[in-house]
């Protein structure tokens, strides 16, 4: 038999609420393949922000109702966001019913406009970021609204109408437009929805071009959630010249038993079993339910074939610091609450692997009874560090359900037993450490989870202390965030190789010395690992980060033993990959592990000097083994269309991720140019992009009032959101010492910075004011009833990231993605105080604030109150950052001043301009390039 | 005696320059193989930069016996390259790194293209000598 699904179903999309709850349960018996589909999740797409502005709602034909009538539909189970799960036949599972209303609705498309609009942008209104409610939810979400998406370049009956300016045809697609469900954002993400269609053209824009790729990403939205299609023992359908792997693009001919490869244009054949007869309009009758023809995202079970070896088990192998140093500071604690609080998630499966060491002068393996046995613990001791072997193998790692109670035990004793007190943290053999955990795991893989909190500085891998706060920002920077010998590139790239990755807890106390985190982040750099720095770690305050911390390490989806690799268009060249990984070949990623909380930058180049096809796709694939032993393809395509003018290149900018895009550059560039030289080179860029946006606006017979810029609405954040880049403390020196960054602070920050997820990358490009007090004006804000999810709620408005926002009335968060910081108005401090449940005649550490805002909300509190509102909007912002982002308490005037004012990006500093300014500035350059041509 | 030293003098630089071409010859022959995934980062790096000493002695040699000689013009000549090796050396960039090398790979083909050039000139000037 066909070893493919045949089940039919229909992917619609909906405004939101119109269907949500209004699931009915169906008898309808499935299909006999049925299981092997996994169908999309219905309900209300909640915080559907990605969707074009004004693209509108987009209901479904008519035609299809019958068909949806007549072939049930899948509904809704309770999952795991990201693990989607197979359906059984038989099993009774709800059906959708849509609602009549909604299919009658006419689809509202954007008419594709002759020519692009322009605006004249100047002193008088200079353009900000929406501040409307929805809108900053979307942008700490998901960022901008304004994304690329395959629909808003379809004509209304999407059947083979050709757009005259892009040249797009619906009629290239392999699946109707009304079942098509293009990749969500948080998966893949593109810098502009068009491509230019030469390499001159691609000059003259300037900007770069590329994506933001995180197949694994969790999201709440149940569009996003990846169907699974097995092709059960036949091959999954590939194309035999590029590899690529069939999509929505891709145009079957001959009667259905050709199909050309959308990305190098290759007829390849139908396999028997694939075949099936295509429809009056050229297309696959059986496309709508095929979800690798008609979804951006599927995921493929893989065969035999795309295993080296049988599917690793998860292994977790955790090496602690045992010193006074870690003990006293309370993270060695913290860091053992997360593993306790994780084992209930990680037993689940039944093949999961731990084991534990720990390490100061010498390292520690604790052999793991099979029951909570009281009597002895055998340790075994390795002190001679430069020839590190196994004691006994057997023992060290062990099966996590069959000795679960045995290393529970251990976890208990573990304090007592690491013999911490003899030593204080000034020799720590890390390297060794890490090379016994080589020789643990090595034949498995897995994860290494590693909690440091002082310099090694013992056995090999010692490290000097080569921090100089004084080259902040400055040339000399250069060499000390560069890695201090190869010791831990080499000892990573052996790490690669046998599919482990290194998961950095860095926790120093307060006046312990520097860590070198330049020389230890190449360890998670180059193995796609985890970088968690918690500078000043202090106990009391910071254990509750940290276990959280832990804990989402361990419990997250993940994808172990991973290859990812993106393929373009042929002509198109992926001309850098910048994120966490090894790359092995010219596009294959090695990352040995990979979640949700990381994401990669690809950037495009030209390889001809024409670009002749009609659309650009451009498609990753993941191959993963996943928590359950399945080897599974994660595949993302994205179409865009190809256009050859400028301003229709540039009018489907999107700001946010473009900037995006040169903020991973720019971490990347850090490491062998100046700043100074990446400054102008950026600024050089941008200049250039305006200036030929100029140009090409002039030759339209449009000239702009002096004074003022012309730009298609999409570009109108581009000058901000540089300013932002340019101003951040990344590339600006003064903002560095403002914020109090010292070389390991510089040294974490690049390295979270070029695997952090889009939605951060915005926050730390133009930071987000959230007001917390006072909320009279906004009933609704951060109003979470009973039953409501938190992703649910609704925000306030924003403030201006500038200091018209600083107003002595007010309480608001400022997040700049990777810190938060609580900002206290001076008069409003108190009222605040009391709103939270603050006892104001005591004395009142504001430190205590953090955790309370943190704390979630009990049943039968009134939640209508501000207190209650502020911690909700608190913890809304929370979950969307990387957890363990601890929150700083600033108040008005106090010590935090200069590092507040550092985050106003609007604002003029000693050497940067404020807004206003940067934009004339930017105006006489513009006009001093253009009158140079 | 004069003219044997006169012929080894000859040979020796003759030879280096021509096993600076292979040199040379070879490692663009490497990058091109990178690009079309013939061999991994690793092995292009280790064998590229088991070329790096022998290629900056060779080139030293050079410049050494030419300026011994007095022929001050393939001296000026030579001595940009050597310049560009101290640079690359006090730098730290003048061994590839294989975790860096597919940002990196354009520019040092193109390095390597114009080091090709150089000896071709070089090798260019001792034979018209």
Known sequence: SAAVSTGANAFTRHPPGMDGGQTHPSQESMPGDWDRMQVPATGAPQGYGWQPTGAGVQTTAPALVQQMNAMSLQGQTPMNANHPSTYTPGTVTPARMVPPGVLTQPRTMPQAAPGTPLHAIGMANLPRPPFSAQKLKIRITSGDPKLPNLQEFLSLDGSSTERDSGGFLVSEMACPLESYIPVSPRHMQMTSAAFPNSAALFRKFGLPIGISVNPMATSTDPLDEVPLVSFGRSQIIRCQRCRGYINFMCKFTDGGRAWRCALCQFLNNVPEDYFYPLDQYGRRGDAHSRPELCRGSVEFIAPQEYMIRAPMPPVYLFVLEATTRSMQSGAFNAMLQGIKQSLGQLVESDRTKVGLLTYNEAV???????????????????????????????????????????????????????????????????????????????????????????????????????????????????????????????????????????????????????????????????????????????????????????????????????????????????????????????????????????????????????????????????????????????????????VNSLLELASNVDPWSTLSLMLRTATDHLRDRKIEDIRKQLKSNVVSCLSSIRQSSQAQNSFPQPGTMLLPESMFLVPLLFQGLLKSPLLSKEASIAQGLRIDDKAALIHLLDAAPSEVMCAYLYPNFIPLFPLDGYPEAGLLNEGMRLHDIQLPPGLPSATSSMKQELVFLIDTGLTMTLWLGRSAAEAFCVELGLDLSQQVDLDVLPSILLHPLQTGEDRTRNGARARVITQFVASQRPTGTRITVALQGGPLRQKVESMLIEDKTASNLAYKDFWSELLREIQSKSSDH | ATVVLEVVYWMILFLATAGELICMVYSLILFVDLTIDYINPRELCDRVNDLYWPEFFTHSLLTGMLLARGFYLGFAFSLPLMLFHFRRMQQNRHLLDNTRIFSQVATERRNAMAKLGFYLGLFAYIIVW
Not at chain 1, 371 to 397: A, E, G, N, R, Y
Not at chain 1, 440 to 464: M, Q
Not at chain 1, 479 to 493: E, F, R, S, V, W
């Open chain 1, 364 to 642: 520690h393996f604790y052999h793991i009874a099979s029951d909570s046995s009281p009597t002895d613990h055998k340790i075994s001791v390795l002190c001679d560090l430069d020839d590190v072997f196994l004691p006994s193998p057997d023992d060290t790692l062990v099966n996590l359900s069959e000795f679960r109670a045995g290393f529970e035990e251990l976890l208990e004793k573990i304090p007592d037993l690491c013999d911490a007190a003899n030593s204080n943290g000034d020799r720590l053999a890390f390297g060794a450490a890490m090379r016994a955990a080589y020789l643990l795991i090595g034949s498995y893989g897995g994860k290494v989870i590693t909690l440091c909190c002082s310099r090694p500085s013992v056995g090999p891998g010692a490290l000097k202390d080569r921090s100089d706060p004084s080259v902040i920002g400055t040339d000399r920077e250069r060499q000390a965030i560069a890695p201090d010998g190869t010791y831990y590139k080499d000892l990573a790239l052996e790490f690669s190789r046998k599919q482990m990755s290194v998961d950095l807890f860095l926790c120093p106390p307060p006046t312990s010395p520097p860590l070198d985190i330049a020389s230890l982040a190449t360890l998670p750099k180059l193995t796609c690992g985890d970088i968690v720095f918690m500078r000043d770690f202090v106990g009391p305050r910071d254990s509750k980060f940290l276990t959280e911390a832990v804990e989402n390490d361990l419990i997250r989806d993940t994808a172990f033993e991973a290859v990812m690799r993106v393929r373009a268009s042929k002509g198109i060249r992926c001309s850098s990959f910048l994120g966490r990984f090894y790359i092995r070949s010219t596009d294959l990623l090695a990352l040995p592990n990979f979640d949700s909380d990381k994401s990669f930058g690809v950037q495009f180049g030209f390889d001809e000097t024409v670009f002749t096809q009609k659309i650009f796709v451009v498609q990753s694939a993941l191959l993963y083994t996943s928590s359950e032993g399945e080897r599974r393809i994660r595949v993302n395509t994205l179409a865009v269309p190809v």
